[in-house]
């Protein structure tokens, strides 16, 4: 009896240091793909093949901007730039 039970333990710790061995290897292989799986900490080439405005709706809402009149200087208080903008905003 004394010489089975022996037998049965050495096979239980033989069974968990297999099993434990077992989940080391199961550990390593997950960080393994998961490190492999991101494909940020994969990538060797940072080139950006499209701009990241590419897709979006409203592109180009600047263009006719600049033919804007620039401002002169008119000696007329009533023919100004100031004038006319104060006109058209506050009394039409």
Known sequence: ???LEKIKAERAA???ADDAAK?????????????RGNPLLNATDFNVKRRWDDDVIFRNQARGTEDK???????????SDFHRRFMSKYVR
């Open 23 to 35: 989940a080391a290897r199961d550990q390593e292989q997950r960080e393994v793909d998961i490190a």
């Open 1 to 3: 009896m004394r010489e």
């Open 14 to 16: 033989q069974r968990a």
């Open 69 to 79: 009149r620039k401002k002169e200087f008119v000696n007329d208080l009533l023919r």
